[in-house]
């Protein structure tokens, strides 16, 4: 069933553990995720970014729709939020295309254009009944942008500003820099968990890690128990989807149908869900 974003983060909340993201390119991402979920039995969010719609030839309505059909139809509850929205034009396309949230990111902004620009993209979110999720510090990574060095200023979320950044924007949720890097496609990244101690004692919204596909399973399991409450995930899905077909297609050159290759993509990225979804959850057997 399609549920708000901010009722399932509620729930992530109140039992410790945390809610899974993955960022969905196309029908088979849409499809797997789900499919993922239901076999973990638990809820998920179908993120959409920015990058993801610039791909869908700038139209943000027909990857939505899918995502709010297959939602629908679901044996769990899914959720749709859109990610890294820098475009207003597209911010503002959330609620009529069936989101109920958004991660506003105006993080590589100096603090006071980051605070303002979220300010007041968060008055027209709350104004609209929508959540928002907002970022300070730089997890890095995106669009071609190193991650930063990890003594460089903005490399890490300083805790006394972001206290000071969620109170005066009035966001619902906080990305954190901790030591993550998007678009990561080995599992090494090393958390400081340290600082997260300190950002949750600091801060009474929910914790966002974003750049998990890098984080290994014990690294996110400690990630949570520290108060990560949703964790992003897309390029663990392209690694799966993409090694999938590339073995698939070496094994049988002679295949032409698409659906022969985009299955065994597709069963591979739900594996990968439903696997980060039991680790998340804490079942995971030991
Ligand atoms: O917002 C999306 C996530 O941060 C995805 O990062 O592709 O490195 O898993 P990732
Ligand atoms: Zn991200």
Redesign the pocket.
């Known amino acids: 069933s399609l549920v708000t974003t901010g009722e399932l983060l509620t729930r992530a909340a109140a039992t410790r553990t945390a809610l899974a993201?993955f960022?969905i390119i196309t029908l088979e991402h849409v499809e797997a995720v789900v499919a993922g979920a239901e076999a973990a039995g638990a809820p998920v969010v179908l993120?959409v970014?920015e990058n993801a719609v610039k791909f869908r030839y700038g139209r943000l309505l027909p990857l939505a729709r899918a995502a709010v059909a297959a939602a629908e139809r679901a044996a769990v509850p899914v959720a749709l939020h859109l990610?890294?929205i820098q475009s207003d034009a597209l911010l503002r396309q959330a609620p009529d295309a069936g989101f109920s949230s958004v991660?506003y990111d105006a993080s590589a902004l100096p603090y006071a254009e980051n605070l303002a620009a979220t300010r007041a993209a968060a008055d027209w979110a709350h104004a609209q009944g929508l959540w928002i999720e907002a970022e300070l510090g730089q997890?890095g990574?995106?669009d071609g942008r190193p991650a930063l060095d990890a003594h460089a200023p903005g490399a890490r979320t300083d805790p006394a500003e972001a206290r000071a950044f969620v109170a005066d924007s009035g966001v619902d949720a906080l990305?954190v820099a901790i030591g993550?890097?998007?678009?990561?496609t080995t599992r090494t990244a090393a958390l400081d968990h340290d600082l997260l101690k300190r950002l949750a004692a600091a801060l009474d919204v929910p914790l966002v890690?974003?750049?998990?596909?890098?984080v290994p399973d014990d690294e996110l399991r400690a990630a949570v128990t520290g108060g990560i409450t949703k964790v992003?995930?897309?390029?663990?899905?392209?690694i799966a989807m993409t090694g999938a077909i590339r073995g698939f297609l070496a094994a049988h050159p002679e295949a032409v149908d698409s659906r022969t290759y985009l299955s065994v993509g597709r069963e591979a990225m739900a594996r990968t869900v439903e696997q980060l979804i039991t680790v998340l959850a804490g079942t995971a057997p030991a």
């Open positions: 993201a960022n993120q970014s990610d890294h991660m997890v990574g995106k990305a993550s890097v998007h678009a990561m890690l974003h750049g998990s596909s890098g992003n995930v897309g390029t663990a899905l392209n």
